[in-house]
């Protein structure tokens, strides 16, 4: 399941986290198996289950069922013009709980359909915990991923390049150089080819490195790791793990259960066979209501990474929405995927972040607003809500894409923002740009952002998706956020506002956004989707 999740192995575990995840499936999985009938026979799903039409986003890719946490991203591939995708949905099986890799594809990674989900329990013997797609040497799609109770990481190869059959999985038998049993922890697996060769890690705190010529003998080469780096703490563990090049770096995408989505940027030694790591980053940010310490009250909005490589040579990335709108503690079970963000790196070898080129086909009915001037500033610091501020547009409808571009020179030294859904009193979802602190705040959560560390000559640009309730920010390329607001209905107004000092907007670009959630419709009609349940 998750991938990144939950850790069942065959050798030593955190058995801290077994026992959180066992807690949160139990509470996940009793109440669908609390309507049992004598035969074993799971009830028809309650309506009340069904994701409702308020719920219903327009072109974020979301469940069709009811409650499915955990919905972490898995399996990724293009095959002949068509983008493929998995996730994980937990459900009933032979009385118990068990997992399965709901299958989705798309032509452009936005108008999703929903495929007979194949790699389930009736067929794996298993439930699908997390990992990841790859092609073999001899171009067939394949995933590796940990099998729920098996003790083992698997990996099964498709026969077809629709994902429409799959060869019957088989374990990762992870060996010595002698031929003895390598005593590996086994959970949240990836698998990459560089030259001839095939590697695999295990996810852990310490993760080892496997290295195999024909995906049958498997060879403990070491530490997949060379050094950890001074940002990472103790206890966090690298989990949901997807290793790549990018650009002339080689990136390490992944997870810590504690803290969420995070990656590395490194160099791959070849003649070592070891990623050294260079930097280190986070995707996922801390809400104010979410806990500082420990794994007990989750934190991880953005959570359980999985990437594929375009055709024409782009790297996107999608993340589960795990703990979205839910206060401390609690996840989400509605399963809602990010928007797909194409990762990059600059120049100066960071990391570029941009929302996925094909979402500017959706755009229509453009209006644009040049030289807006916010003349009254506030002149007291933020207490406890945004200023009013001044009301700079009318969003009509609630699929909105929003560009606004702020000079340098307006953008220096100003505490100033934007508040959506805004009511006129200071409420509604506040951006904040922070220069004291050089971060950027959304709702309740804050990043790193500065406008130091732009180019000289670098305006500030906001690209902003409101999709109902949930928002995501794009600032500059080198930072993403995300955040949900309930009070959404019905709040059409777009505020802005300056502390201190007037703020010229050098312009603001608004579109609506077509839905693309048909295939969703259609999917929670039929319901193809649905696995075996007995």
Known sequence: MHRKSIHHTGTAISSFAARL???????????????LRAADQPAEPAQADAITEDLTLNYHLMHPGGASLPGDPNAAFYLDGNYHLHYILAHPWNGKGSFSFVHVTSPDMLHWTWQPTKLQPSFTGHGMFSGTGFMTKEGKPA????????????????????????EKP???????????????????????????????????????????????????VGDFLRHDLPDVAYGEDISCPNFFPLGNKWMLLCISHPLGCRYYLGDWDAKGEQFVPQTHGRMNWRRENQSLFGRRSWRVDFFAPESLLTPDGRRVMWAWLATLGQSDGKMDKRTIQSLPRE??????????????????????????????????????VLHNAAPAGTKIATLDGDAIELRITIARAQAERKLFGFTLFADGKGGGLT???????????????????????????????????????????????????LAEYADHRGKTDLNAFSVGAPLKLQQVEIWKLKPTNQGFREARKNRNWEPVTK
């Open 170 to 220: 088989y374990p990762v038998d992870a060996r010595n150089a002698d031929g003895t049993a390598a005593q590996i922890k086994h959970w949240d697996p990836d698998c990459f080819l560089i030259g001839d060769t095939y590697y695999a890690i295990s996810g852990g705190e310490k993760v080892p490195l496997l290295k195999s010529k024909d995906l049958k003998t498997w060879t403990h």
């Open 431 to 481: 951006i904040l740009f922070r220069p004291e602190t050089g971060t950027l705040r959304l709702g309740a959560t804050e990043a790193p952002f500065a406008l130091a560390d732009l180019p000289k000559n670098a305006d500030v640009e906001l690209r902003i998706f409101i999709d109902k309730y949930l928002v995501e920010v794009f600032a500059n390329d080198r930072q993403a956020m």
């Open 143 to 166: 995933a590796i991923y940990h099998g729920q109770g098996s003790g083992k990481n698997q990996i099964a190869i498709a026969k077809d390049r629709h994902l429409s059959a799959w």
């Open 21 to 35: 995840w066992l807690a949160l499936l139990t509470a996940l999985l009793l109440a669908p198996l609390a309507g």
């Open 343 to 380: 990762l990059s790196l600059a120049d100066d070898g960071t990391l570029r972040i941009k929302p996925l080129r094909e979402l500017e086909t959706l755009r229509h009915d453009p209006v644009t607003l040049s030289d807006v001037t916010i003349s009254e500033p506030t002149k007291d």
